[in-house]
T-cell receptor, first 117, second 114 residues
């Protein structure tokens, strides 16, 4: 079963508007971390934001915020005031802590975001 | 501080050959992981090295092997290359005490097997 599901292969947004990229996850581990990465065409994975399973508040990092709904097992990324430079692939990833698997990230298939001028 | 650097950036190999990819971890990071990213897919975990030992492995055959050196740099070796090994190989480093920030990734090595 897929552990990370990103249902939007591609998304379009107008410059300066907000956009939400969806991510749902599946785990039985009570302790886990959720990450969002941006991958431009250069290939490098750029860390954007992190949410721990026990964090009470939604994470925010500048224009990025994570809409964490634990009961629904969703961790959507919200980008406010989109910029042309935000055009890239975006990956949601999870790190499970217990069971000896606290070292690897499991990634979704990604969402290609295109920001239009 | 320096980030993660990988070499080479691009590589073309023939099926059946062997390849070595290299990675220098970010300053202060003692853990290195390798990921394979096929075209149009998310990265897949290959293995992780900590204190020069492999301490975790994904679903990859033994012909994928690695090393970590005392300065925390790392190599990924792939023997008997197959066409399906064509992918972007990403190296990521982290500190064992700072996992909540995930990993710092390099720009990857794009391997083409013909």
């Amino acid at each position: 079963a897929q552990k990370i599901t990103q249902t939007q292969p591609g998304m379009f947004v107008q410059e300066k508007e907000a956009v939400t990229l969806d991510c749902t996850y599946d785990t039985s581990d009570p302790s886990y971390g959720l990450f969002w990465y941006k991958q431009p065409s250069s290939g490098e994975m750029i860390f954007l934001i992190y949410q721990g399973s026990y964090d009470q508040q939604n994470a925010t990092e500048g224009r990025y915020s994570l809409n964490f709904q634990k009961a629904r097992k969703s961790a959507n990324l919200v980008i406010s005031a989109s910029q042309l430079g935000d055009s890239a692939m975006y990956f949601c990833a999870m790190r499970e802590i217990s069971g000896g698997s606290n070292y690897k990230l499991t990634f979704g298939k990604g969402t290609l975001l295109t920001v239009n001028p | 501080e320096t980030g993660v650097t990988q070499s080479p950036t691009h590589l073309i190999k023939t099926r059946g050959q062997q390849v070595t990819l290299r990675c220098s971890s970010q300053s202060g990071h003692n853990t290195v992981s390798w990921y394979q990213q096929a075209l149009g897919q998310g990265p897949q975990f290959i293995f992780q090295y900590y204190r020069e030992e492999e301490n975790g492995r994904g679903n990859f055959p033994p012909r994928f092997s690695g090393l970590q050196f005392p300065n925390y740099s790392s190599e990924l070796n792939v023997n008997a290359l197959e066409l399906d090994d064509s992918a972007l190989y990403l190296c990521a480093s982290s500190s064992s005490s700072g996992w909540s920030y995930g990993y710092t990734f390099g720009s990857g090595t794009r391997l083409t097997v013909v």
